[in-house]
């Protein structure tokens, strides 16, 4: 059975850091994607970043190029956004997501009915 668990969520203050984990069971990570999305109340599901465990490289959404890292964990079968610099905004739930068709990060990777497998999510407040 397919299981992704996001943890590590919580309140950070603006211009401050967060390192998200997004654990998989019943697959092994080895060239299937990993996406990240953020949902705030109210407001439509959006597209983070987009990871690819067959070369370790990510594909960031533009507005946030160069704050998201994402590193993987190969014995824990889990993937690490690092997220820097973050924004004051309303409080947002962020979901790890993977279809185990999909290798690369290609341009429909940004649209949430790509996916087949969700984690429950994980709250992240950035707010002084």
């Known amino acids: 059975q397919v299981q992704l668990v996001e943890s590590g969520g919580g309140l950070v203050p603006p211009g401050g850091s967060l390192r998200l984990s997004c654990a998989a069971s019943?697959?092994?990570?080895?060239?299937?994607?990993i996406a990240w999305f953020r949902q705030a109340t109210g407001k439509e599901r959006e597209a983070v970043s987009c990871?690819?465990?067959?070369?370790?490289?990510?594909v960031n959404r533009d507005s946030v190029k160069d704050h998201v890292t994402v590193s993987r964990d190969t014995a824990k079968n889990a993937v690490y956004p690092q997220m820097n610099n973050l924004k004051a905004a309303d409080p947002a739930i962020f979901y790890c997501?993977?279809?185990?068709?999909?290798?690369?990060?290609?341009?429909?990777?940004?649209?949430?009915?790509?996916?087949?497998?969700w984690g429950q999510g994980t709250q992240v407040t950035v707010s002084s």
């Open positions: 997501a993977t279809d185990l068709t999909m290798v690369w990060c290609a341009s429909p990777w940004f649209r949430p009915r790509e996916y087949d497998y």
């Open positions: 019943g697959f092994k990570l080895d060239y299937q994607v």
């Open positions: 990871f690819m465990s067959s070369t370790n490289s990510t």
